[in-house]
């Protein structure tokens, strides 16, 4: 049998790890120049952690983890009536009691729940962690990702939202990654809810609408339909999510149409606010106000940000929002929360495809130091020197032809190659040579450092 990998999942090869690896520095510098510190939580939850918090469509999604000693015989018999449950969309303790995390949000939340009494409030972490979906395989979709998240909890103030917005610009700057930041609120949403039924309807709203980009208006009104609106509340909520227009267009019309709902006065407040202080702050952000957004995760409650890269055809890139009441789910009221997210690994596939990663970023061993047969104690010495001045090299592993060990620095893009024999040991020399040039020099082993430019 062939060996392979599980379908949605990838190797990544030094090439693609060094360019993973900025992406991966870029953010983490930014979290912690926001005051932001790590946390890292396990890859499986107890499944009741999970299930129920991210819809129906998320719940669907989740991997779950089958229990030890199902195959023992006396617990064969239970085992089949569990499946049978399994089967029918329910969950089942006796199949399964751990799933892989969904995202790092809801770990989060339940870390947060478990230690409130030892952490300083607001609570900032990042966390930078692969999660896995049950998804359908396609670009820019995987079962197994990585996410980079930053989250606040312990505070209601909009500042949060509002450096979350820098955050996200600075990263696109600092990556080159051409971008729009999306910005909705879900109060909007739950005014838009009142007017179409009641609140009860905002779930239904939410994940109907949150298809829109994928399904097109058509569709989204169909399953409106199907989930029980009656079509003069589709023709509300189709009119609400055809507002387009400049940001400011789209602030009036708010108004006008949520004029005599608190809520929806108090979301699109927010969003004034949000707006005017991110532009003044950093003028190079590229905010738009989204009303089709409603990011379909039930534990939303405020603000929600979605990410477009621009220049190619990817899915989202980035998202979050203001979930006040997740720790409540696990029965510590009264702890808000706000947090965002990176996609790394669509990120990658956008910046791969736009050609913004570094020249630089794929060099890694800088010297290649030629085994010539003699004393291993001549190169290692040459190559302490070298490392102590943190310049990457490698000693080829035999004595070989100067041909074989030519190829294997071209094969791996080594720019220098260093020869040290017996001439030049007894000179405590050696012989430096650019191999984009074709220079050659000989030099003193303590100059070596002074010729090579990583």
Request: glycine share 8%; proline share 3%; aromatic share 8%.
């Amino acid at each position: 049998m062939k060996p392979s990998i599980p379908q949605g999942t990838r190797d990544f090869s030094a090439a693609v790890l060094r360019k993973r690896n900025f992406i991966f520095s870029t953010i983490r510098r930014v979290f912690e120049l926001y005051g932001f510190e790590p946390l890292e939580t396990p890859a499986m939850e107890n499944i009741e952690t999970l299930m129920g918090k991210y819809g129906e469509e998320g719940d669907k999604l989740i991997f779950k983890i089958l229990n030890n000693g199902l195959n023992h015989p006396d617990k064969k018999e239970s085992a089949l009536v569990d499946f049978e449950s399994v089967l029918n969309g329910k969950t089942s303790k006796g199949i399964s009691e751990r799933a892989l995390r969904y995202d790092l949000t809801i770990p989060f939340a339940r870390y947060v729940a478990m230690n409130q009494g030892q952490l300083t409030f607001p609570f900032k972490r990042y966390q930078m962690q692969p999660v896995w979906r049950a998804d359908r395989p396609q670009r820019g979709r995987y079962r197994e990702f990585y996410q980079c998240d930053a989250d606040i909890a312990g505070s209601n103030s909009i500042l949060h939202e509002i450096e979350l917005a820098l955050i996200y610009t600075t990263v696109f700057n600092d990556l080159k990654v051409p971008v729009e930041i999306h910005l909705n609120n879900r109060k909007i949403l739950q005014a838009l809810a009142e007017q179409c039924g009641g609140e009860s309807n905002l779930t239904n709203i939410t994940i109907a609408i949150d298809k829109l980009d994928k399904i097109g208006l058509e569709k989204v009104k169909s399953e409106l339909l199907e989930r029980g609106l009656t079509n003069d509340q589709v023709r509300i909520i189709e009119q609400y999510i055809s507002l387009e227009g400049e940001n400011q267009k789209i602030i009036e019309d708010l108004q006008r149409l949520f004029s005599k709902s608190n809520i929806g006065i108090e979301g699109t407040n927010e969003l004034i606010e949000i707006l005017h202080e991110v532009q003044k702050s950093n003028p190079a952000s590229n905010i738009k106000l989204n009303p089709s957004l409603a990011r379909g995760l039930n534990y939303y409650t405020g603000t929600i940000f979605e990410i477009k890269a621009l220049g190619v055809e990817m899915g989202s890139i980035g998202g979050g929002g203001r979930y006040d009441d997740l720790t409540g789910l696990f029965g510590v009221k009264g702890i808000a929360g706000v947090g965002i997210s990176f996609g790394v690994d669509r990120i990658y596939d956008v910046m791969e495809e736009l050609s913004l990663f570094p020249e630089k970023i794929q060099e890694g061993t800088v010297a290649l130091i030629f085994n010539t047969g003699v004393e291993k104690y001549h190169l290692l010495h040459a190559a302490a020197v070298l490392r102590n001045e943190n310049i990457s090299c490698e000693i080829f592993h035999e004595q070989s032809k100067f041909d074989k060990q030519f190829k294997y620095a071209e094969k791996k893009s080594i720019p220098y190659i260093i020869i040290i024999g017996e001439d030049e040991i007894s000179k405590n020399s050696a012989t430096l040579k650019d191999l984009k040039t074709g220079n050659q020099q000989v030099l003193k082993i303590e100059d070596l450092k002074k010729a090579i430019k990583p």
